[in-house]
């Protein structure tokens, strides 16, 4: 199971946490008991968490290939991953619409952000159109390459 600890209420290790499944996804949502945030999530969705749990999988990313990967990053593939972070899976059409970055950099970047294992091809899966698209509208491209986070995607982004 991966999960990923909420940027509105940072729980740390020692906090009293609470999650819930993402929809569309296999990832748990970390919260600390009480965030407001929650209060938009059906109860019956709400599971007790453990740091036990959570920390029993994680692996360290040693410093120096944190530094390694982050000396060939710059603010561009810091968007895109923040992007696939809070959106989840896209492609690069979506990427490129919603970041404002010119669609062919996107593709690039996505090369390259997959060549570093922060970024992996994913099956297509149906995704809503977000506000500024087609609103309320469900889609999956068969010709589009979707891309999601890696587990070293995600823990490089916890830790820079």
């Keep these: 199971m991966e999960y990923r600890l909420a940027k509105c209420c940072s729980p740390e290790e020692g906090d009293e946490i609470i999650g819930f499944l993402k929809q569309e996804s296999d ?6 008991v009480g965030c407001s945030n929650l209060a938009r999530v059906p109860s019956e969705r709400l ?33 895109i991953l923040a992007h696939h972070r809070t959106l989840g899976v896209d492609y690069a059409a979506a990427v490129a619409h919603f970041t404002g970055i010119e669609r062919g950099e996107v593709f690039a970047r996505h090369r390259k952000l997959r060549e570093l294992g922060l970024l992996e ?32 995607g995600n823990r490089f982004l916890d830790w820079h």
Excluded: C
Excluded at 58 to 69: D, G, R
């Design 27 to 32: 990832i748990f949502s970390v919260h600390k």
């Design 47 to 79: 599971v007790a968490l453990k740091w036990s749990d959570i920390m029993a999988g994680v692996e360290k990313i040693p410093p120096p290939l944190v530094a390694e990967i982050a000396g060939q990053l710059d603010g561009v593939d810091y968007v």
């Design 121 to 152: 091809r994913v099956e297509p899966r149906m995704i809503q159109y977000r506000k500024g698209m087609v609103n309320g509208k469900w889609i999956k491209h068969r010709n589009h390459t979707y891309y999601g986070l890696t587990a070293l």
